[in-house]
Nanobody, 125 residues
Framework: QVQLVESGGGLVQTGGSLRLSCVAS?????????MGWYRQGPGKQRELVAG???????NYADFVKGRFTISRDNAKNTLYLQMNSLKPEDTAVYFC??????????????????WGQGTQVTVSS
């Protein structure tokens, strides 16, 4: 089993910033696996926000490019999502996913069956 615990969500005004963290534990070789962040807004389906490969390659959804940065600290088994220039449409529950796969030719993240409990991000206008 794999446990993923997110933190760092909250209420922020438009244009503000938040940093999400996800600590992974259990049956996972964190440094050897890709990881990803997803989000699910009110009444919407869950969607990929960003992914990062084991060697640090990244991919982002178009709606966050230039504003969000995914990173990882393998020594701490921790995944991060730095979110800047937040907009009301970024309001959602953000989920950590992993250990996932990585499609190298397309540089895209492939989700696993393991999810964290989610952390709420609310951006006020």
């Amino acid at each position: 089993q794999v446990q993923l615990v997110e933190s760092g969500g909250g209420l922020v005004q438009t244009g503000g910033s938040l940093r999400l963290s996800c600590v992974a534990s259990g049956n996972i070789n964190f440094r050897r696996n890709a990881m990803g962040w997803y989000r699910q807004g009110p009444g919407k389906q869950r969607e990929l926000v960003a992914g990062i490969s084991s060697n640090g390659n990244t991919n982002y959804a178009d709606f966050v490019k230039g504003r969000f940065t995914i990173s990882r600290d393998n020594a701490k088994n921790t995944l991060y999502l730095q979110m800047n220039s937040l907009k009301p449409e970024d309001t959602a529950v953000y989920f950590c996913n992993g250990p996932g796969g990585w499609n190298s030719p397309t540089s895209t993240y492939i989700a696993s069956a393991y999810w964290g409990q989610g952390t709420q991000v609310t951006v006020s206008s």
